[in-house]
């Protein structure tokens, strides 16, 4: 197994919850697919904190990927809330 370079994601939260920002060229490169309790833009899918990164960055590890994770507190609201649900 190839170990890509670590790549860092940011993990945006509010004082309620997280979600973690995936690129969806990754996200789609592996079987996982989340539960509605995540969010998707155009171009990145954002993966709840407890548990769909986690099984997320699980598999992701299985195939070589390295995340680290860049913290950024949003005051009010995150934005993520307000996007299209991901999952079935």
């Known amino acids: 197994m190839i170990m890509e370079a670590k790549r860092t994601l940011t993990y945006h939260k ?3 919850h997280g ?3 995936v690129p969806k060229i990754i996200y789609n490169s592996l079987p996982y ?3 509605r309790y995540s969010y998707q833009s155009e171009e990145t899918v954002f993966l709840e904190q407890d548990y769909d990164f986690p ?8 195939q ?3 995340f680290e994770l860049y913290e950024k507190h949003h005051p009010e609201e995150c934005f993520v809330r307000y996007l299209e649900r991901l999952g079935h």
């Open 19 to 21: 979600w973690v920002a």
């Open 14 to 16: 509010d004082d309620n």
């Open 64 to 66: 070589g990927h390295d």
């Open 33 to 35: 697919r989340a539960s």
């Open 55 to 62: 099984m997320f960055e699980q598999l992701a590890k299985e």
